[in-house]
């Protein structure tokens, strides 16, 4: 599989390594309205309803976290309390081991 981000100075790059193609892709899921991949159409979270109901989506997060968790040894996506934007904690463990904490600001 092969996904692309960017790099701190806004470049596009190719991501190769199997776990950082799994946490990319992981990330690129939280930003995505439902519905909105042209090919998974059960990737993304209901962003707009969520808006417009005044809900937070804790059920498709928990959703995605699910998906994703089978190509981690450990996988937590949380809503991060006390932000105005949607705002995720990400706490992974690689299959090989390594440890990431990251901050998702949709």
Known sequence: MRTY????TGTWVEIIDPNY???ATLAQT???QQGESPFY????L?????VQNQFAPDAAINRTQAQFSQY????SVSRA???TNPTYN???IFLNGTTIQSTLAT
């Open 72 to 75: 981690f040894a450990s996988l």
């Open 41 to 44: 159409a059960n990737y993304g």
């Open 81 to 83: 309390s006390g932000t």
């Open 46 to 50: 209901p962003a707009i309803q969520s």
């Open 30 to 32: 939280l930003r995505l």
């Open 90 to 92: 990400i706490n992974a």
């Open 5 to 8: 981000g960017r790099d701190s």
């Open 21 to 23: 193609v799994q946490l």
